[in-house]
Structures are given as structure tokens and as C-alpha cells.
């Protein structure tokens, strides 16, 4: 089991470090982003291979930043959405195979034979298209076939898969090298539904192998259904969620790993205000007492939604303090007042761990009533990342570029 440290902001701050930065950030640690791999990886049956999935700039962590620790450990495969990720994880040096998962325009299918791509095909369209872009190059594309088993997304119905594997199959500009399928409610134990998503796509699997049509890897689970479903890990997992630290739902057990994001900022300036002043837009807090007030230069276009306006919650000085009044685009405000001490450039917290208190994502997402997947995935690029290795920065990386800090 991974403990969760217990950290002072302040003491893994980079004041007058070569990055000269914004007064709000996220850091990511490097090491547990490695660890966090390393455990699931370990909970995978014999042969089954382990996907980390990146989509959405690597659930907000910085798809370049973490690749290497991804690979340190122990994962041989990358999922993304679209094209733009896998240039991403190319640019960064990462020459394993990358899955795009999901649906991919046929017009896109020249670019991702050129930078080794593999697709997720679910059309006769898609297949002839990266046949031609296989022919035109003469390297065949990789493609890995995606079956709709009961989540009515993408996919090519498993009704019609087994006259589509035939249609396919012979191109010769496209090698199938996967199968796989996306389970509905693999975060729910004993649902009726992921069993019979697992055993439509088995019956399948068996159909393909009696006539010589079956692909190599064969993949099913997600973060949930790999622990849930260990049975059902096959030839491969594709994790997200899970490899970030975060539990996949609230009834899968992951306590093998930790959060790896913090989300911190500086204070701006304290102010003292009367009972009744007005704080932010539309006046939505005055206070009853009077008051400390933070200015705290991060808002609701650095990933702090508006949901949390007279709501959330941020840690100063190892204590919990209330957002007041309506957050911002760009900085939001926090009664310090029960705070003692608390002065301008005083590290907050916002998603992490402050001496001995946290807030967690699940906090974040409890307290805008969403899920923890939104809360992450909607740190823009546009904020500030700091990469850790043994608790010091080593890379930063803004909108998007990485910068070394050793």
C-alpha cells in the first residue's frame, strides 16, 4: 500500500528557481505517477500488457511531462483520442505503439500512418481509408477493431463484427493487431450488464478464433473493470483514471495508489473589510464580522470552476479556509480570517496535501457535484506544470513546452 505523504506547500514551492512562473501552478510528481504504474502493473495477470491512457493532456497532468515516467513504470502502450495526442507522445520521444481510441475523421487517416498511429477502426470507410494511406506509404497502418458489446457508442455492433473482420481482414494496406471493447459500468461490482458486455465480447473472440479470424491482443478492461474484472484483463488494460493516483468510483478499491496532482497558487493580497462590504461580481458574500480577505490570483480560467464560488475550500498554513464570493476568470478570493499569520505569498493549496490536511480531487468534485475525471481535466494548458523528482522541480512546463529545471 502507498501512503500518502504528508507535505508543507511551501517547502515544495520554487521561489527564485529558474522558472520564473505564474502565481498558480500544478505539480505533478513524477514519482508517483511511476509507482502508481508500477503497482497496477503488478495486479496484472501473466500477459496482460499495460496501457496508459493519456487522453485529454494526460487527465490534466501534461502528456509530455509524464510520459517517461509511464514507461519507468512498466506501461508498453499508450491510448489517446485523437491524432494531436499521439503527436504529442511522438514529439516527446515515446516510440511505443499509441492507440487512438475512439473515432478518428477519415481525413486524418494519411497523418497517422505517417507518424505510426494505430486506429481504432469501426468503418468500412475508416479501413479502406487507411488501407490506401498504408499503400500510398508502404508501411500498413495498425489498426485495432472497436466493438460496440452494449454501450451504444463507438464501435461496430457485435452482431455485424464478425462479417466486418471478414471484410476487412484481407486489405492489404491495414494489419489488424487488436480487438477490444469498452465496458458501460465496469466501476459497478456484480453489474449485470458488464457481464454480459465480457461475455458478448468473449463469444465473439471464440467465433473469430474458429475461423482463423481472430486479432492477437484482445482488450476489455478500463482503470474499474481491470480491478473489478481481474479475469477479464486478457492481453491488455487500458488505465487512466487509476494511474493518476485516483480511485475510478466510489465502490473500486485503490488504495495501492496516490494522487499525483497538487494544485497551489500565491497569495496576491490581504485585505481588511467591514461587515457588510461587497466582495466580487454581483456582491455574493458580505461578510458579518470583520474580515481578512486573500486575493488569490487563480480562477475559473486556470480549471477553479464557479461552481465553487461561496463553496469550496482551499488549505493556508495547514488550515482549511472558504472561497468567498464569486471566483473569477483569473483569481477568486478566500477568508483568511481564522487564519493567524497568513500574509501576501503565502503558498494555498487547492487540490493537495498542506501539512497534515488535503483536499482531494473527489473533494473538489463532491463540492461542484461532478466527478474527479472533470475536476482534472479541466486544468487548461494554459496553466503552469511543475514536473517533481524526490520532492524538487526538475521540468516546467508552459502551455505546453517543457522547460529543464536541473
Known amino acids: ?33 511511476e509507482a502508481n504504474a508500477a503497482a497496477l502493473r503488478r495486479r496484472l495477470t501473466p500477459g496482460a500488457a499495460l496501457m496508459a491512457v493519456v487522453k485529454a493532456n494526460a487527465y490534466g497532468h501534461g502528456i509530455a511531462g509524464i510520459a517517461s515516467a509511464m514507461v519507468r513504470g512498466g506501461a508498453t502502450a499508450f491510448g489517446v483520442a485523437c491524432v494531436e495526442e499521439g503527436i504529442e507522445l511522438r514529439t516527446a520521444g515515446i516510440d511505443l505503439p499509441v492507440l487512438i481510441l475512439g473515432f478518428v475523421p477519415v481525413t486524418e487517416a494519411p497523418r497517422a500512418v505517417r507518424l505510426d498511429l494505430t486506429i481504432a477502426v469501426a468503418s468500412r470507410e475508416m479501413a479502406e481509408a487507411l488501407d490506401a494511406a498504408g499503400r500510398a506509404t508502404g508501411r500498413p497502418a495498425q489498426v485495432h477493431i472497436k466493438i460496440d458489446t452494449g454501450m451504444s457508442r463507438f464501435g461496430v455492433q457485435v452482431g455485424a463484427a464478425v462479417d466486418f473482420v471478414r471484410a476487412i481482414a484481407p486489405l492489404p494496406g491495414i494489419v489488424v493487431r487488436g480487438i477490444f471493447t469498452h465496458l458501460a459500468t465496469a466501476d459497478e461490482p456484480g453489474s449485470p450488464l458488464a457481464r454480459a458486455q465480457l461475455a458478448r465480447f468473449d463469444a465473439l473472440c471464440r467465433e473469430l478464433a474458429s475461423i482463423g479470424l481472430l486479432p492477437g491482443i484482445r482488450h476489455a478492461c478500463n482503470s474499474a473493470g481491470a480491478i473489478v474484472y481481474p479475469d477479464a484483463q486478457l492481453d491488455l488494460v487500458r488505465s487512466g483514471v487509476l494511474l493518476y493516483g485516483i480511485a475510478p468510483g466510489p465502490d473500486v478499491a485503490a488504495h495501492f495508489v496516490r494522487p499525483a496532482l497538487s494544485l497551489r497558487a500565491r497569495i496576491a493580497r490581504i485585505s481588511t473589510i467591514a461587515p457588510g462590504a461587497c466582495v466580487g461580481y454581483g456582491c455574493t458574500f458580505r461578510p458579518t464580522r470583520l474580515t481578512q480577505l486573500a486575493l488569490v490570483p487563480i480562477g475559473y480560467a486556470d480549471g477553479l470552476s464557479r461552481a465553487l464560488s461561496n463553496h469550496g475550500r482551499v488549505i493556508v498554513r495547514g488550515v482549511r479556509a472558504p472561497i468567498v464570493g464569486t471566483i473569477s476568470m483569473d483569481q477568486c478570493t478566500v477568508d483568511v480570517t481564522d487564519i493567524p499569520g497568513a500574509h501576501e505569498g503565502d503558498i494555498v493549496t487547492l487540490i493537495g496535501t498542506d501539512e497534515e490536511e488535503e483536499i482531494t480531487a ?3 468534485a463532491t463540492w461542484r457535484n461532478t466527478i474527479p475525471y472533470e475536476v482534472l481535466t479541466g486544468l487548461p494548458i494554459r496553466l503552469p506544470r511543475l514536473y517533481l523528482r524526490a520532492g524538487a522541480p526538475v521540468i516546467a512546463a508552459e502551455n505546453g513546452d517543457l522547460i529543464s529545471l536541473s
Not at 505523504?5 to 514519482?31: F, K
Open 1 to 33: 500500500m502507498l501512503s500518502r505523504p504528508t507535505q508543507t506547500a511551501a517547502a515544495i514551492s520554487v521561489p527564485g528557481h529558474a522558472w520564473g512562473g505564474r502565481a498558480c501552478w500544478a505539480e505533478i510528481d513524477l514519482d508517483v505517477i
Open 362 to 364: 473527489e473533494d473538489v
